[in-house]
């Protein structure tokens, strides 16, 4: 993502299909390293009832 605003910014050629396929996959890996991180936590004992913070999706059983 950064390399093609670079690319665009500095006058390069812009080549849209790559960049825009990219998108989808940073947020898809992004999703799922944090349900994974959530997963592990919660199997480790780090994420319980008595944890503070945000609800987890694994704590709260969204995802079992």
Request: with cysteine; charged share 15%; hydrophobic share 40%.
């Amino acid at each position: 993502l950064v390399g093609s605003a670079v690319a665009w910014g500095g006058g390069g050629e812009m080549h849209w299909g790559p960049a825009l396929c990219a998108l989808p996959a940073y947020f898809f890996i992004q999703i799922g390293t944090n349900l994974v991180n959530d997963a592990c936590d919660f199997d480790r004992g780090a994420d319980t009832k008595e944890r503070t913070g945000p609800v987890r999706v694994t704590q709260a059983g969204v995802f079992s």
